[in-house]
């Protein structure tokens, strides 16, 4: 019986990790968030793309979702990349750095998923 209930826990705790975790898309790939906190606000992220595809990147769309230290989802919010005539695009490869500073009350933490990855090429993919 003691091994059933370790199993049904550990079951239930890996499915609540999965849970919050970055998510790639499309041979994008979030590698790191680094989170600034300071007097019970989320004051700001760095987010690490790394383009593993064969073609270069001028947009990401992702939505960050912000929890608290006890894993409560606090906010979430859409946001994006967009290379223009001084930014380059993520080209194959390649690695870009976002930083963005949502200043959320209450939260110490942010997680990446990434919903649609636009290529230079015109192709997008959801």
Not at 10 to 25: C, D, H, R, T
Not at 92 to 117: D, H, L
Request: net charge positive; hydrophobic share 40%.
């Amino acid at each position: 019986m003691k091994r059933f209930i370790l199993l049904v826990v550990s079951v239930l705790l890996a499915q609540l990790s999965i849970a919050q975790q970055n998510k790639g898309l499309c041979k994008m790939a979030v590698n790191d968030v680094s989170n600034v906190s300071s007097f019970g606000y989320l004051v700001s992220y760095t987010v690490q793309f790394k383009n593993t595809s064969n073609k270069s990147v001028d947009g990401i769309y992702w939505t960050a979702y912000y929890y608290n230290n006890n894993g409560d989802l606090i906010k979430s919010e859409e946001s994006s990349f967009n290379s223009t005539s001084l930014i380059d695009p993520v080209g194959s490869g390649e690695t870009k750095i976002i930083v963005r500073a949502p200043n959320i009350k209450g939260a110490s933490r942010a997680i990446i998923k990434i919903k649609k990855v636009h290529f230079v090429d015109g192709t997008k993919c959801e």
